[in-house]
T-cell receptor
């Protein structure tokens, strides 16, 4: 069964610290992987999109990595800010010609002052 | 301003009373999709549309209908709502299904009594 699993489920860090969120998937065939940020009560906002041939992609203080061989991705947040408090969702598309997306359950990050 | 709009934003209704949640985008996107988000389950795809008159089931299509008669609109129809459809619903659109950023609407919070 195609699945996307994220860890940890929740995370609390101090402002200014770095953190890494994990995403493991069993989706095959694999087309691309996305990371979204979702503030409470709002729609998700895209952070990065990576195809199977990309190993890393950055968006400001957010850096995503992808290992298509081990089917793992990570999202690294550098120098966290209070505004980084949100849910981070990993999403995988299984094939390039389908519109079906498979979502992880998300990691809830809380950044404390 | 490029955006995805949903209406209504909040709705309380009773079991069995047909309702429609509208979704409209002004970016000329081919792809549109509906999701529901429930605590502990994350975002799940209900239906998606690759283009006008083309719709397909996501992971949780039961109890929902959609139509795509024009490019900008993708309404979600609940013919006979039930309490287990109480959820937060998001509509999203993008240029194509796999390689482009999805833009999400602000969400519709539905309560079925």
């Amino acid at each position: 069964k195609n699945q996307v699993e994220q860890s940890p489920q929740s995370l609390i860090i101090l402002e200014g610290k770095n953190c890494t969120l994990q995403c493991n998937y069993t989706v095959s065939p694999f087309s691309n992987l996305r990371w979204y940020k979702q503030d409470t009560g709002r729609g998700p906002v895209s952070l990065t999109i990576m195809t199977f041939s990309e190993n890393t992609k950055s968006n400001g203080r957010y850096t995503a990595t992808l290992d298509a061989d081990t089917k793992q991705s990570s999202l690294h947040i550098t120098a966290s800010q209070l505004s980084d408090s949100a849910s981070y969702i990993c999403v995988v598309t299984g094939s390039s010609n389908t519109g079906k997306l498979i979502f992880g359950q998300g990691t809830t990050l809380q950044v404390k002052p | 301003e490029a955006q995805v709009t949903q209406n209504p934003r909040y709705l309380i209704t009773v079991t069995g009373k047909k309702l429609t949640v509208t979704c409209s985008q002004n970016m000329n996107h081919e792809y549109m999709s509906w999701y529901r988000q429930d605590p502990g389950l994350g975002l799940r795809q209900i239906y998606y549309s690759m283009n006008v008159e083309v719709t397909d089931k996501g992971d949780v299509p039961e109890g929902y209908k959609v139509s795509r008669k024009e490019k900008r609109n993708f309404p979600l129809i609940l013919e006979s709502p039930s309490p287990n459809q109480t959820s937060l619903y998001f509509c999203a659109s993008s240029w194509a299904s796999s390689y482009n950023e999805q833009f999400f609407g602000p969400g519709t919070r539905l309560t079925v009594l």
